[in-house]
């Protein structure tokens, strides 16, 4: 698959960040830097711009802040030709820590939402993109948002905001290639000055294929991550994407190091990937919450009982 | 999904046992055995029946041979409505071994066959079916076959074959999901009176979402394994095809309990699943022979290396 018009997007240190507080240390972000930027990909996105106000930063990690100067840290010196891309989340982005895009070191601004935020969503993007950065809508939870509302929100995302792509998020790891092709049907029918997005998650080990479906559908912005670190089950691998494009600008032999070098030892120490209480919940488009702290138990096998617990749940 | 006509036949304990030379005892057999009866799977297959002519008791375990007398060691005094269903390979079955059908525990032989041996597969299947078994021709390696020797032996199965079912298997774990359409598409056009089936494998992490892609082109036979279980990346896991389909025969949460007490610690002592030098002979659409042998090695996560010596063999 060629299409000069694919942006590869990796996350990987902003999804894996949900894992531990994004608390990644300098020296590991910087080799991913590195890697990633021989990798070819088109932006590297490091983590999210959220308010100290809001959150302590002894409890979480340099890459809940994203604080420019830190980002400073990770690239000078490294030979990129990779966009810097930061994610924030709705209410938690303190607009005056934002300088201008040309004295930053970040170029997009990603913003994550619920179709019920879209409205607050489609004002940042406007503020950001009056400061000078590119960005996106990333809408979460789409599996459980269909319908509607969701057509509503294309209508809008299409009329009323700058972004580069609207991004179609499977937030719970519940899609599979029906529903994928379906829905960037649905997008493009509706947002046609834009690019689509799709940012998937492999509960049910359908992240790769997924973002192949939406690629054959003619969605331009795919996110994935290194060795698919990310949040509970984790995203598309991008060894697997890369593998996969045909773009002769890709080299997956850094990623190949940086996944024996750092990856093999980083996934002793935190989990993600294919584990059955991650797989239970896809499959039920559950959030991974439950799943999550299932895990963190003694009954972390106990794989019937959490079944049952989400299966049994009365809905009123 | 839902599709009466279904059928997913269960090869944990014949595919996992290629890799550990198919020595499971009989008390981990037959712990399966039970979860794969009360889960509703439709058939249950335990191993090959290779000739003791051939290969030594000493090197192989019991599932390389499948007797019969140890066949109901594992199935009896267990309810069950699953049906029983061995693999062999060409020239490693003695025919004169084959009881028929009525005295055996044995419901279904499957034959495994290259494109080239499409013959000799099809002479086999004429023979098993006159001692009264079901069979279907599991044609491996089709991602290196595909073409006109490939069409002809759709044509020839179709025409001169007793078999349920024609499989398509992809070996390799190389196909996604517009290869296995394409495919199933092929082999609907030309195979009228049989089932096609689809065997993948994992080393993509495309083994479940190609099997949904054959389903939803009309395959019926469907293979998966606990856990996705299997020689080097593993197979379709059953948990999530079970998970998939919509049949209320099938009942995940024996799935769920045998993954729990067997397959976690056995996944601690042999290694199937996603692992680079698997995903990097499938994207290359390589046999995973040397990534095994690079996982026995030393050089196990010397990745770049593996994968440069594969795409830079000269081809004569």
Same mark, same amino acid.
């Given at each position: 698959?060629?299409?000069?018009?694919?942006?590869?997007?990796?996350?990987?240190?902003?999804?894996?960040?949900?894992?531990?507080?994004?608390?990644?240390?300098?020296?590991?972000?910087?080799?991913?830097?590195?890697?990633?930027?021989?990798?070819?990909?088109?932006?590297?996105?490091?983590?999210?711009?959220?308010?100290?106000?809001?959150?302590?930063?002894?409890?979480?990690?340099?890459?809940?802040?994203?604080?420019?100067?830190?980002?400073?840290?990770?690239?000078?010196?490294?030979?990129?030709?990779?966009?810097?891309?930061?994610?924030?989340?709705?209410?938690?982005?303190?607009?005056?820590?934002?300088?201008?895009?040309?004295?930053?070191?970040?170029?997009?601004?990603?913003?994550?939402?619920?179709?019920?935020?879209?409205?607050?969503?489609?004002?940042?993007?406007?503020?950001?993109?009056?400061?000078?950065?590119?960005?996106?809508?990333?809408?979460?939870?789409?599996?459980?948002? &269909?319908?509607?509302?969701?057509?509503?929100?294309?209508?809008?995302?299409?009329?009323?905001?700058?972004?580069?792509?609207?991004?179609?998020?499977?937030?719970?790891?519940?899609?599979?290639?029906?529903?994928?092709?379906?829905?960037?049907? &649905?997008?493009?029918?509706?947002?046609?000055?834009?690019?689509?997005?799709?940012?998937?998650?492999?509960? &049910? &080990?359908?992240?790769?294929?997924?973002?192949?479906?939406?690629?054959?559908?003619?969605?331009?912005?795919?996110?994935?991550?290194?060795?698919?670190?990310?949040?509970?089950?984790?995203?598309?691998?991008?060894?697997?994407?890369?593998?996969?494009?045909?773009?002769?600008?890709?080299?997956?032999?850094?990623?190949?190091?940086?996944?024996?070098?750092?990856?093999?030892?980083?996934?002793?120490?935190?989990?993600?990937?294919?584990?059955?209480?991650?797989?239970?919940?896809?499959?039920?488009?559950?959030?991974?919450?439950?799943?999550?702290?299932?895990?963190?138990?003694?009954?972390?096998?106990?794989?019937?009982?959490?079944?049952?617990?989400?299966?049994?749940?009365?809905?009123?």
């Amino acid at each position: 698959m060629y299409r000069e018009e694919i942006k590869v997007l990796d996350c990987t240190i902003r999804d894996g960040g949900l894992i531990n507080n994004h608390d990644f240390d300098l020296r590991f972000v910087r080799e991913v830097y590195k890697a990633l930027s021989e990798s070819g990909v088109d932006y590297i996105e490091l983590g999210y711009k959220n308010s100290k106000k809001l959150f302590s930063s002894k409890e979480y990690g340099l890459w809940k802040f994203c604080e420019d100067d830190v980002i400073h840290k990770v690239i000078d010196g490294v030979e990129s030709k990779a966009k810097i891309s930061v994610m924030v989340d709705i209410g938690r982005v303190d607009m005056e820590d934002v300088k201008p895009a040309k004295d930053s070191p970040v170029d997009m601004i990603r913003v994550a939402s619920y179709v019920k935020d879209i409205d607050k969503a489609i004002v940042m993007t406007q503020e950001f993109d009056k400061k000078g950065y590119e960005t996106t809508i990333n809408i979460m939870a789409v599996s459980r948002d &269909q319908g509607p509302a969701l057509v509503e929100a294309f209508h809008q995302t299409e009329k009323e905001c700058p972004a580069k792509a609207i991004y179609i998020v499977d937030s719970f790891g519940y899609f599979y290639q029906e529903s994928v092709e379906e829905l960037i049907k &649905q997008a493009k029918d509706i947002i046609k000055t834009k690019e689509i997005g799709y940012h998937g998650h492999n509960n &049910q &080990q359908l992240a790769f294929s997924n973002t192949i479906e939406a690629i054959i559908h003619g969605t331009n912005f795919l996110d994935a991550t290194i060795y698919g670190i990310g949040r509970a089950a984790g995203n598309c691998p991008l060894e697997l994407l890369i593998g996969f494009l045909k773009n002769p600008k890709f080299d997956i032999r850094p990623i190949l190091d940086v996944i024996s070098k750092e990856f093999i030892p980083l996934r002793d120490k935190i989990e993600w990937g294919y584990v059955i209480p991650y797989a239970i919940a896809g499959m039920l488009n559950e959030h991974p919450r439950a799943a999550m702290a299932l895990r963190g138990s003694d009954k972390k096998e106990n794989y019937r009982e959490f079944y049952e617990s989400l299966v049994d749940t009365d809905v009123e």
